[in-house]
Nanobody
Framework: QVQLVESGGGLVHAGDSLRLSCAAS????????MGWFRQAPGKERNVVGV????????FYADSVKGRFTISRDNAKNTVYLQMNTLKPEDTAVYYC??????????WGQGTQVTVSS
């Protein structure tokens, strides 16, 4: 089992920045690719960004490219999502997830991000 705990969400204004953290425990963190997802009210959960194993390869959804940066610190068992120039449409519950082989087996409980206009 892998336990994931997100933190760093909150209420901000459009144009502000936030950094989300996801602390992992339970198994060797560096063995898993890590993803950030988000789910807005009434909408399905979508991927925001993914970072693979050592952190050298990342993927971002088009909607956040150039504004969000995902990173990981394998020594601290933590993955981060730096979110800049936030927009009201970024409002959602943000989840981190851990997985192997293209799927995600473990999920955090989520953290709310609300961006006011």
């Amino acid at each position: 089992q892998v336990q994931l705990v997100e933190s760093g969400g909150g209420l901000v204004h459009a144009g502000d920045s936030l950094r989300l953290s996801c602390a992992a425990s339970g198994r060797t963190f560096s063995n898993y690719h890590m993803g950030w997802f988000r789910q807005a009210p009434g909408k399905e959960r979508n991927v925001v960004g993914v970072i693979y194993l050592s952190g050298g390869t990342t993927f971002y959804a088009d909607s956040v490219k150039g504004r969000f940066t995902i990173s990981r610190d394998n020594a601290k068992n933590t993955v981060y999502l730096q979110m800049n120039t936030l927009k009201p449409e970024d409002t959602a519950v943000y989840y981190c997830a851990a997985g192997v082989g293209g799927t995600y087996q473990w999920w955090g409980q989520g953290t709310q991000v609300t961006v006011s206009s």
